[in-house]
């Protein structure tokens, strides 16, 4: 699980210890990149009115995909933490969309006192220490939730923060040890003047979420840290949107990516082979108890048939920088496209018929 702990002191740094004594034998390697007061000098801020409720906050980010059911009826979560959380959320660009298209959330909130850890993420779920979290001042609360966003984000772009992309692009690691999917666990940092925060050097995740942090709330020190990170994230990540001043705050998905020339490589890509559109039919009927109205029932299998066709371009940490883009915009351009009727042929038709007459699937 990844975790990150912080403590604000005076001199303004944040370490990952909670109390004195351990303060007394602390290092650098714990110091992390946004610092209080980084925050309220983002570019790009989006205002929060001050008559907002916990419950009108509650639905704004379930529509966005982000559930914090768990928080609503605890009243260790105030007002003021439930807009914290609503300003970090909201710190990514909203053509991202972490959360799913729909109102079913994609990114479940919890609550987990049992670790020293004021926050941490893992596999679409983030936990919240109310005990640790409550410590701290407003805007180092947001950072705190922004770095694990950031951690979601790297697992939504097809685990780019563990990818050999990532782990080599400004000076590369030398590992300790490894997950099982062959990602850094624990190393150390050949090149540590390339890294925004010494928290960054411990791990490649570490300082995806640390890089990506610097990147929307200090870009110009991770620009001076490391113009190979900040490139890549610019290009790969952001699709060429920058956050150094508020020139360019809402751009939409068709903006940032070319829509016509998306539809038409799809188009063209499925039109040579059915195979695509067999795979997400097979993979739509062999799920039993999949709940979803007949007319969105076309929907599903463009989708799947979409992120088939995603998962064939490159294979895991071995993806090509080209690669990892144009993977994540063909996610982007699936996020923010509501009509996918130019996908439609005879053949899909009768898919549909199929689907919708499968005893499997209910509705």
Not at 93 to 120: C, H, Q
Request: include cysteine; charged fraction near 30%; aromatic fraction near 12%.
């Amino acid at each position: 699980m990844r975790l990150i702990l912080f403590l604000a002191l005076n001199f303004n740094l944040v370490f990952a210890y909670s109390t004195q004594a351990e303060l007394e034998n602390l290092s650098d390697k714990d110091s992390h990149a946004v610092l209080p007061g980084d925050v309220a000098r983002a570019a790009c801020q989006v205002e929060i009115k001050d008559d907002m409720s916990k419950k009108e906050i509650y639905m704004q980010l379930r529509g966005k995909g982000h559930d914090l059911r768990v928080y609503l009826n605890d009243s260790r979560f105030e007002l003021k933490h439930f807009k914290d959380i609503y300003q970090a959320v909201m710190l990514m660009p909203e053509w991202l969309k972490l959360g799913r298209r729909n109102s079913a959330a994609r990114i479940t909130y919890k609550i987990d006192t049992s670790r020293n850890a004021v926050a941490s993420y893992k596999s679409s779920t983030v936990y919240i220490n109310p005990n640790r979290w409550h410590k701290f001042v407003q805007d180092m609360r947001v950072s705190i939730l922004f770095h694990e966003l950031s951690h979601s984000l790297g697992e939504a772009i097809y685990n780019l923060d563990d990818s050999k992309l990532w782990e080599n692009v400004d000076g590369g690691w030398k590992a300790r040890s490894f997950r099982r999917d062959g990602s850094i666990s624990t190393g150390s940092a050949l090149n540590y003047h390339n890294y925004v925060s010494d928290y960054a050097m411990t791990n490649p995740a570490e300082d995806f979420a640390e890089s990506v942090s610097s990147y929307r709330v200090k870009p110009k020190e991770l620009k001076s840290a490391s113009p190979l990170k900040y490139s890549l994230i610019r290009e790969v990540v952001f699709f060429n949107q920058e956050f150094l001043d508020n020139s360019n705050c809402n751009p939409s998905s068709d903006d940032l990516i070319k829509t016509e020339k998306i539809q038409d490589y799809l188009v063209e890509k499925l039109a040579k082979s059915s195979h695509y559109f067999d795979r997400a039919y097979k993979y739509l009927t062999s799920r039993r108890g999949v709940r979803s109205h007949p007319t969105a029932m076309e929907r599903l299998l463009f989708e799947n048939t979409v992120r088939i066709l995603i998962s064939k371009l490159g294979a895991f940490r071995d993806t090509t920088k080209n690669d990892y883009r144009f993977k994540h915009i063909l996610r982007v351009f699936l996020k923010n496209t509501d009509n996918l009727d130019f996908l439609r042929t005879s053949y899909t038709d009768s898919l549909v018929r199929k689907l919708k007459l499968n005893k499997n699937i209910t509705y």
